[in-house]
């Protein structure tokens, strides 16, 4: 069996999207031949609990775990509320916050450089090195973000021997929230410069979508790869659906993700229909920010929300299963056009007709029309958007209401995988 040291911040019991990826690819690899090794911090302030996640993870796993140090511990001193929601990507419109805010985001940005998870960086490099030269190891993985995480790769590469993979769930400089960090000149050129290290040194990448590598081309020519996120669990068409029309949500919506169309389209059509009023239920799964229930609120569709907060992973599944719609929803801007959200696979694998609402161009979109599982829209289709929620409500009324999706085995937990082991055994 070949080794892979793997360097990640986010582990069980972390929850949310972050720790999702690398979990199954651990969770598989050792059935392609190679022994996966994690490490990953000791006591880390991950924003979101989800421990129905560690029966993941096997009891014969090696996982490292040494101490870190950080800041958002001492920031909750002067705001637990702001420093989660910074912590969480959780940032308002610049208007809108208050002068805390904006220290913490300045501080955030100009002072821990790449992040938070900065100061991590040279114990980790001290641990690793006796603990590769000790165990023998040649090939290990970062991924990021945070991005401090590849900082560590960077430094094990030039001590030592050894095949590095930069992993990169999202982007760097070109991350939605980069620009709301408030960086002095200073900052963004170190922000650059790290990044520009990162891309060049690694032995290769990794990302999620084909909008990041085409971004990454113009910045480097080390070899990328476009290894997805995707699904664990099995296709079953056979599950009661809920009674109500529901159109769920999964995961956070920000202040970005509040797309007006839609709120205006399930307004209009719940004034025109009394038997859409009746029957219709906006499911919302995860963190709301205070803007996007305002703006639902404002649109009079308040009465119709069921807003749940964060569950259980698990317990996310089988709500996803039974709903009669999936909505899937991402900023209007160029930053989010480089992202695939990781539930885009499970919302797929769930059998039910995806609603995407997003930015211009996405991969996204390529997907939904490559497997068959849903609509993309962009912000100003609201008239077509409302032409299918119709059409999907009369076939809900008919008990008809199903998805006709294709190619989905590709996106499974263990194929991506066995893409990756590939990769590593070369």
């Known amino acids: 069996m070949k080794k892979v040291l793997i360097i990640t911040y986010y582990w069980p019991p972390a929850g949310g999207p972050g720790v999702q990826r690398w979990l199954k690819f651990v969770k598989y690899l050792p059935d392609f031949k190679i022994e996966p090794i994690v490490y990953c911090p000791d006591n880390p302030n991950y924003p979101i609990i989800d421990s129905s996640l560690v029966s993941d993870v096997s009891s014969d796993l090696t996982v490292l775990k040494t101490p870190i140090r950080e800041p958002y511990k001492w920031a909750q001193l002067f705001s637990k509320s702001k420093t989660s929601n910074l912590s969480k990507g959780l940032i308002s419109d610049h208007k809108k916050q208050s002068i805390l805010e904006k220290l913490l985001l300045f501080i955030r940005g100009n002072f821990f450089i790449p992040d938070a998870r ?7 490099v001290s641990f690793l090195s006796d603990y590769i030269t000790t165990h023998q190891i040649d090939t290990i993985i970062t991924t990021g973000p945070p991005h401090s995480l590849h900082l560590i790769g960077l430094q094990l590469k030039q001590k030592h021997a050894l095949k590095w993979v930069a992993d990169f769930r999202d982007p760097w400089t070109q991350i939605g929230y980069h620009k709301k960090l408030k960086l002095s000149s200073f900052a963004q050129k170190k922000h650059k410069k790290l990044e520009a290290s990162v891309l060049q040194t690694a032995d290769e990448l990794l990302v999620t979508s084909h909008k990041t590598k085409t971004l990454f081309l113009e910045l480097t020519n080390t070899p990328i790869s476009v290894l997805t996120n995707g699904f664990d669990f099995e296709i079953n068409d056979k599950i009661i659906l809920d009674s109500k029309f529901t159109l769920s949500h999964i995961g956070s919506l920000l202040e970005g993700r509040n797309p007006s169309i839609l709120w205006t389209v399930l307004s209009d059509l719940i004034k025109e229909s009394e038997d859409f009023a009746a029957a219709f239920q906006l499911n919302l799964i995860g963190s709301v920010s205070k803007e996007v229930m305002g703006a639902i609120c404002s649109f009079g569709l308040e009465s119709y929300v069921c807003n749940t907060g964060y569950i259980p992973h698990s317990d996310v599944l ?7 719609l999936l909505l899937l929803i991402e900023e209007d801007s160029k930053e989010t056009e480089y992202i695939i959200p990781g539930k885009l696979f499970e919302y797929m694998a769930s059998k039910r007709p995806i609603i995407a609402i997003g930015p211009q161009a996405s991969d996204i979109e390529k997907i939904l029309n490559q497997t068959q599982a849903g609509t993309y829209f962009r912000y100003d289709e609201g008239a077509a958007l409302r032409t299918l929620l119709l059409q999907h409500f009369e076939a809900y009324k008919l008990q008809k209401l199903n998805v006709d999706s294709i190619g989905l085995e590709a ?7 066995q893409q990756l082991a590939q990769k590593l055994l070369n």
């Open 318 to 324: 089988e709500s996803q299963k039974k709903t009669q």
């Open 118 to 124: 900065t100061s991590w960086v040279r114990p980790s």
């Open 411 to 417: 996106y499974s937990r263990k194929s991506l995988t």
